[in-house]
T-cell receptor, first 117, second 111 residues
Framework: DGGITQSPKYLFRKEGQNVTLSCEQN?????MYWYRQDPGQGLRLIYY???????QKGDIAEGYSVSREKKESFPLTVTSAQKNPTAFYLC????????????????FGAGSRLTVL | RKEVEQDPGPFNVPEGATVAFNCTYSNSASQSFFWYRQDCRKEPKLLMS???SGNEDGRFTAQLNRASQYISLLIRDSKLSDSATYLCVVNMLQAGTALIFGKGTTLSVSS
């Protein structure tokens, strides 16, 4: 079955450490996204990529970095510069960018829950 | 005014009840509208897109009112399995980051 796989599901990190969250999709989607969700908050966009080898900052990109070397993969690195990294991180994809086609919907991965100790 | 606003609830209803959620959006240039469902500690999943003419999917009905800038979701004959958080999502296409998520409305259906 096609879908999005995120790993790890749970991750604990000490302050000052960088961590990388994996996101792989086999839906053949061009666009991929990273969102952050905090309790009682709406999803906020960190980075998005409309096509391979291209990515753009979202609303809260500071302290994060991404790469898009393959269509299937869009890893997110949470750096030590991110001041409050404890959150639920969601990766999503769509067949084309939602900035281009309003009818496009997002498919989400199961999420990665990061806790900074 | 926040871009997408929802009543956070919780809405506590008995099985079989009809419940309605509203969502207001601030940008009149908004193009597309959706309801997603999110179970506790899980990822959001598309419940339904919202079309100008209104649309229905089984027990769920979505309506769009562009003049008043709100969308609604009606759930009839509530089931225990409907307990979840319902996210209102608005797409403004090229404007900014396009998709704006509401904070969600929590529904709890009890027997």
């Amino acid at each position: 079955d096609g879908g999005i796989t995120q790993s790890p599901k749970y991750l604990f990190r000490k302050e000052g450490q960088n961590v990388t969250l994996s996101c792989e999709q086999n839906l053949n989607h061009d666009a991929m996204y990273w969102y952050r969700q905090d309790p009682g908050q709406g999803l906020r966009l960190i980075y998005y990529s409309q096509i391979v080898n291209d990515f753009q900052k979202g609303d809260i990109a500071e302290g994060y970095s991404v790469s898009r070397e393959k269509k299937e993969s869009f890893p997110l690195t949470v750096t030590s510069a991110q001041k409050n990294p404890t959150a639920f991180y969601l990766c999503a994809s769509s067949s084309v960018s939602v900035r281009v086609s309003g009818a496009n919907v997002l498919t989400f991965g199961a999420g990665s829950r990061l806790t900074v100790l | 005014r926040k871009e997408v606003e929802q009543d956070p609830g919780p809405f506590n209803v008995p099985e079989g009840a009809t419940v309605a959620f509203n969502c207001t959006y601030s940008n009149s240039a908004s193009q597309s509208f959706f309801w997603y469902r999110q179970d506790c500690r899980k990822e959001p999943k598309l419940l339904m897109s919202v079309y100008s003419s209104g649309n229905e999917d089984g027990r769920f009905t979505a309506q769009l009112n562009r003049a008043s800038q709100y969308i609604s979701l009606l759930i009839r004959d509530s089931k225990l399995s409907d307990s979840a958080t319902y996210l209102c999502v608005v797409n403004m296409l090229q404007a900014g980051t396009a998709l704006i998520f509401g904070k969600g409305t929590t529904l709890s259906v009890s027997s």
